[in-house]
Nanobody, 129 residues
C-alpha cells in the first residue's frame, strides 16, 4: 500500500511562489509514477490535472494553465515529490493532491486522475489578488 502526505500549502499573494511536498511511503519512489491534481470547491467540480511524471526518465507533462510557472521534481533518496509553483495567480487557488500509480510502462506519464489509485489528503493553496 502506498501512502502519500502533502504539505506546504499556504495563503499567499498573487505573484508569490510556493513549494509543495509529497512524502511517499509503502513503495520505493523509483517504482511509482506520480501526479499532482487540484480541486476547487463547488458541486460537480472534479480534480483537475496539473502535472504528471513518469516513473523513469524525464517525461513530465504539465497542464496548459501551469506550464512555464510550475515545476515538478522528485527526490528518490528522500522519497519525496515536489511541486514548485511560481508566479501564482488567484485562479491557482485550490486543494492540491498528490497521486501515485504503479505503471507497467516506465516512461508513461498519465494525465487521467482515474488511473491513479493512491491519493494523499491534499493541501490548501490560496492565492489572493
Amino acid at each position: 500500500q502506498v501512502q502519500l502526505v502533502e504539505s506546504g500549502g499556504a495563503m499567499v499573494q498573487a505573484g508569490d511562489s510556493l513549494r509543495l511536498s509529497c512524502a511517499t511511503s509503502g513503495r520505493t519512489l523509483s517504482t511509482l509514477a506520480m501526479g499532482w491534481f487540484r480541486q476547487t470547491p463547488g458541486p460537480g467540480k472534479e480534480r483537475e490535472f496539473v502535472v504528471a511524471m513518469s516513473r523513469i526518465g524525464d517525461n513530465t507533462t504539465y497542464s496548459d494553465s501551469v506550464k512555464g510557472r510550475f515545476t515538478a521534481s522528485r527526490d528518490t533518496a528522500r522519497s519525496t515529490v515536489y511541486l514548485q509553483m511560481n508566479s501564482l495567480k488567484p485562479e491557482d487557488t485550490a486543494v492540491y493532491f498528490c497521486a501515485a500509480r504503479v505503471p507497467l510502462s516506465g516512461t508513461y506519464a498519465s494525465t487521467r486522475r482515474t488511473e491513479y489509485p493512491y491519493w494523499g489528503r491534499g493541501t490548501q493553496v490560496t492565492v489572493s489578488s
